[in-house]
């Protein structure tokens, strides 16, 4: 918004409204009347163009980091971060402005934010904190939008990253918000690679030996499944107790197909187990 504008909203008050309409002899109540409406015109200009202004500038950065090059999981975090940032500080300049519209002194507000600055600094420790985590989570990397993560007790993909709060979608579709403050460890599911890892629970009446044998042969037929880059491999006992042993399988493979290997490896063998009749 230009100095003309804002030069040509200040002259719109209640009597030029009334010398608009051609009225003569205004009372003092009907000139109060036209002075709040163009008060309120203003308003809802001031709204107009920050809505466009935002609008501009949310699209310009949404196209900046689709650019050719640009277009990854750490852009997408990035221009969500800006977008947020342009939203709320053109809202807040926005605000500023039809507060002095209606006479209120925005230096007087800030004075009495500043003497009570320490009042409601106790208040809001908890946002300083997430805010602090934020910029921390972004400058080191620790996840952007559409990775796999592990927070707490929760797994499921990344759909934001914002100052102060992380969004996460599980698998069943639930939406978690989480203040960044409250996150202390994060396990990143979607870095460089996966291990898919299947422990498989025999009784002990079973042959050690064919079994592994067994497995091994069925693993050696999966190495053509989408993603792997290493195929599976028995790895051995990994537990055995008087009733019961368990065999470890591992793979390794691309980032976001470790659940996926996971379910048809099982099914390979629960197949290959329906034909050798081991239960």
């Given at each position: 918004?230009?100095?003309?504008?804002?030069?040509?909203?200040?002259?719109?008050?209640?009597?030029?409204?009334?010398?608009?309409f051609?009225?003569e002899?205004?009372s003092?109540?009907l000139i109060?009347?036209f002075?709040v409406?163009?008060?309120v015109?203003?308003s809802l200009f001031?709204?107009?163009?920050?809505?466009?202004?935002?609008f501009i500038l949310?699209?310009?950065?949404?196209?900046?980091?689709?650019?050719?090059?640009?277009?990854s999981?750490?852009?997408e975090?990035?221009s969500?971060?800006?977008?947020?940032?342009?939203?709320?500080?053109i809202?807040?300049l926005?605000?500023?402005?039809?507060?002095t519209?209606f006479?209120v002194?925005?230096?007087s507000?800030?004075?009495v934010?500043?003497?009570?600055?320490?009042?409601?600094?106790?208040?809001?420790?908890t946002i300083?904190?997430?805010?602090?985590?934020g910029?921390?989570i972004?400058?080191e990397?620790?996840y952007?939008?559409g990775?796999?993560v592990?927070i707490g007790g929760?797994?499921?993909?990344?759909?934001?990253?914002g100052i102060?709060?992380?969004k996460i979608?599980?698998?069943?579709g639930r939406?978690?918000?989480?203040p960044n403050s409250?996150i202390?460890?994060?396990t990143?599911?979607?870095r460089?690679y996966?291990r898919?890892?299947?422990n498989l629970?025999?009784?002990s009446s079973h042959p050690v030996d064919?079994?592994?044998d067994m497995?091994?042969d069925e693993?050696?037929?999966a190495i053509s499944?989408p993603g792997?880059?290493?195929p599976?491999?028995?790895?051995?006992?990994i537990?055995?107790?008087?009733?019961?042993?368990t065999?470890?399988i591992q793979?390794?493979?691309?980032t976001?197909?470790?659940w996926?290997i996971e379910?048809e490896?099982?099914?390979?063998i629960?197949?290959?187990f329906?034909?050798?009749?081991?239960?």
């Amino acid at each position: 918004m230009n100095s003309d504008s804002l030069r040509l909203l200040a002259v719109i008050d209640g009597r030029a409204l009334i010398e608009l309409f051609g009225i003569e002899d205004a009372s003092p109540m009907l000139i109060g009347v036209f002075d709040v409406t163009a008060r309120v015109l203003q308003s809802l200009f001031i709204v107009a163009i920050a809505l466009i202004i935002s609008f501009i500038l949310r699209r310009a950065i949404y196209k900046f980091f689709r650019l050719q090059g640009r277009c990854s999981a750490k852009s997408e975090t990035l221009s969500s971060v800006l977008i947020n940032f342009v939203k709320y500080g053109i809202g807040f300049l926005a605000v500023s402005q039809i507060l002095t519209y209606f006479g209120v002194r925005i230096e007087s507000i800030l004075a009495v934010a500043g003497v009570g600055g320490v009042a409601i600094g106790f208040g809001a420790q908890t946002i300083v904190r997430d805010v602090l985590s934020g910029v921390f989570i972004l400058l080191e990397n620790q996840y952007n939008v559409g990775e796999v993560v592990q927070i707490g007790g929760l797994a499921g993909v990344i759909e934001s990253v914002g100052i102060r709060t992380t969004k996460i979608r599980e698998a069943n579709g639930r939406l978690h918000i989480l203040p960044n403050s409250s996150i202390s460890i994060v396990t990143n599911l979607s870095r460089d690679y996966q291990r898919p890892t299947i422990n498989l629970e025999f009784s002990s009446s079973h042959p050690v030996d064919d079994i592994l044998d067994m497995l091994t042969d069925e693993m050696s037929r999966a190495i053509s499944l989408p993603g792997l880059t290493s195929p599976p491999k028995v790895q051995g006992l990994i537990d055995l107790s008087p009733s019961s042993f368990t065999i470890q399988i591992q793979a390794e493979c691309e980032t976001n197909y470790c659940w996926p290997i996971e379910r048809e490896l099982r099914r390979l063998i629960k197949i290959r187990f329906e034909k050798e009749n081991v239960s």
